[in-house]
């Protein structure tokens, strides 16, 4: 079982389009969607529509979840408040109905799928220190938690970063932004995790970014929703 696993598109259609092309040279199974579908970009419905249309699994982000309802957006910062309103106009009344069905974390066998960090997902906390990750282990007993929400793709095994997927630790597994990268790489990325060989790998392809950022500024979003785009920041 070959699955794809994308997460936080944020209205990215271009860098959706793009992931999908690449998913299909890769023979999955099933295209696993971790959340955060919409917020930051110009195209909410259309990043739905095919996200609908193609994934098997899809989980609710903490963006999808203030679109539905603002009160969420009250701990963003200010420009992402600003798209939470835009992208709560936006949004059709099929799409918000949609959004309102989904989990925030969905278990499968040996594998957890969370948008955050599995501990307390009703609060959407990032993985990325040590503590976030000593409490992350032990929120859960699926062998490997896949996660997106900091948009930064990366490995931790129960002792620390690594770089691999194996048969026998505990791991979780950032499979970072397809439409908004912030590690420094403005390429899109998503993973590939072969459930058989228990191995993974995390898959960087460029899109379309001025398209995207384009219809950003067209739409009178914050400026920088756009800029940041070219620097996968």
Same mark, same amino acid.
């Given at each position: 079982?070959?699955?794809?696993?994308?997460?936080?598109? %944020?209205?990215?259609?271009?860098?959706?389009?793009?992931?999908? #092309?690449?998913?299909?040279?890769?023979? !999955?199974? /099933?295209?696993?969607?971790?959340?955060? +579908?919409?917020?930051?970009?110009?195209?909410?419905?259309?990043?739905?529509?095919?996200?609908? =249309?193609?994934? $098997?699994?899809?989980?609710?982000?903490? %963006?999808?979840?203030?679109?539905?309802?603002?009160?969420? *957006?009250?701990?963003?910062? +200010? %420009?992402?408040?600003?798209?939470?309103?835009?992208?709560?106009?936006?949004?059709?009344?099929?799409?918000?109905?949609?959004?309102?069905?989904?989990?925030?974390?969905?278990?499968?066998?040996?594998?957890?799928?969370? %948008?955050?960090?599995?501990? =307390?997902? =009703?609060?959407?906390?990032?993985?990325? $220190?040590?503590?976030?990750?000593?409490?992350?282990?032990?929120?859960?007993?699926?062998?490997?938690?896949?996660?997106?929400? $900091?948009? +930064?793709?990366?490995?931790?095994?129960?002792?620390?970063?690594?770089?691999? !997927?194996?048969?026998?630790?505990?791991?979780?597994?950032? !499979? &970072? $932004? !397809?439409?908004?990268?912030?590690?420094?790489?403005?390429?899109?990325?998503?993973?590939?995790?072969?459930?058989?060989?228990?191995?993974? #790998?995390?898959?960087?392809?460029?899109?379309? +970014?001025?398209? *995207?950022?384009?219809?950003?500024?067209?739409?009178?979003?914050?400026?920088?929703?756009? /800029?940041?785009?070219?620097? &996968?920041?």
């Amino acid at each position: 079982m070959r699955l794809a696993i994308i997460s936080d598109i %944020h209205s990215n259609l271009e860098a959706l389009q793009s992931a999908f #092309k690449a998913i299909e040279r890769e023979s !999955v199974d /099933e295209i696993i969607c971790l959340g955060d +579908i919409v917020g930051y970009g110009a195209n909410p419905n259309e990043c739905l529509h095919l996200v609908r =249309e193609r994934c $098997s699994t899809v989980l609710l982000g903490n %963006h999808d979840a203030a679109a539905i309802d603002l009160a969420v *957006a009250n701990q963003f910062t +200010i %420009h992402a408040r600003f798209s939470a309103m835009w992208t709560f106009s936006a949004l059709s009344k099929q799409h918000k109905t949609f959004l309102q069905s989904l989990p925030r974390i969905q278990p499968r066998g040996d594998i957890l799928f969370s %948008h955050a960090s599995p501990f =307390e997902p =009703e609060e959407w906390h990032y993985v990325i $220190s040590d503590i976030d990750t000593r409490e992350a282990f032990h929120a859960f007993t699926e062998r490997i938690c896949f996660i997106g929400h $900091s948009h +930064i793709p990366v490995i931790y095994s129960e002792r620390g970063k690594t770089t691999t !997927v194996n048969p026998k630790g505990r791991f979780i597994v950032n !499979v &970072g $932004s !397809v439409g908004q990268p912030r590690d420094g790489n403005p390429e899109l990325s998503f993973g590939i995790f072969d459930a058989d060989a228990s191995s993974y #790998k995390n898959v960087r392809v460029p899109y379309d +970014i001025h398209a *995207a950022a384009e219809k950003i500024r067209k739409e009178g979003l914050p400026p920088t929703l756009a /800029e940041r785009l070219f620097y &996968g920041m």
